[in-house]
């Protein structure tokens, strides 16, 4: 199964709070208004969840000023210029945001915006999952769920996906591995060997000629050519190393890459804020499960509503907030999103 990735997420993590350590010490789609609900710990650090709205940028309920903040998006790297951030994201897009946030909890100003969707590729092999309001397919292995009501829908809606679209899928992976899309971008009509698709997973099967698959994509065999380009890596791949890659499918069978990239899983090991969104997954007790990938620790967490803290489990989606020390979120709150 693939997994969810924060490329280069440690590395810029650990510089922005080095600069920021001296100063201070230490809803998804289907919308597109501005509406602030709720609101984030105060100071430096990490925001991650949906884009709901502009005029700024809203994640989390937070209100981002991102005059001068640096973009990447989809491995397209910019500035923005504070006004022009809606022709760059889109209602829907889980993006990862580093700065400060306002005492107050739902202002804040970002250094850093990054946006990486979860796979591109062509839609296939629709299921009927008997629910006229939802709607399940595939884009490679990973099963994919869009909601006529919450997801985004850019370049195409609900009711006219169809197969061999290319869709570029961005959302949350419930308990069993589907991805809950929060936004679905059509690019257009799939056709072998001209369009490019995205993948993430673990390398395995590497191959002195040149080859290796990902694993949970076992079908696909990836060939490196001299014209593949390398992101945080030497130019080559090993097993074991989490990876996205951009290229082209030449048969069912068969991609040829053009860019591979190292990605991290996961944040750091070691972060003084955080406020994640998603869905609970790997639920024990609240004392033990993950959302969007980070493990959790809610023991000492108030929730919203109290009423949370003996009926979250998995599939749940919320807001926690709180540190990340020694790889573990330690919540401080932990909030119910609709």
Known sequence: MLQQGHKGFIAIVTLLLVVF????????GGG???????GGI???GVTSGTVSGFGSVFVNGIEFDTDGASRDVDDEIDISNGSDDDKVLGIGMVVTIIGTVNDDGVSGTAESIEYDDEVEGPLTDEQDDGDPDTRTFNVFNIIVVVDRNTTEFAETDYDDLEENDLLEVSGYFDADGKLLATRVERKGEFFLDVSEVEIKGKVSNVEDAGTFMLVGLDDITITIDNATEFEGLPDEVENGQFVEVKGILTDANSMLASRIELEDEGFSDDVDKISIEGLVTKFKDISSFNVAGQRVNASKASFEPSSLENSITDGVKVEVEGAIVDGILKAKEVEFED
């Open 21 to 28: 350590i001296a100063a201070c010490g230490g809803g998804g």
């Open 32 to 38: 597109g208004g501005s509406t602030v609900a709720g």
């Open 42 to 44: 105060g100071g430096t």
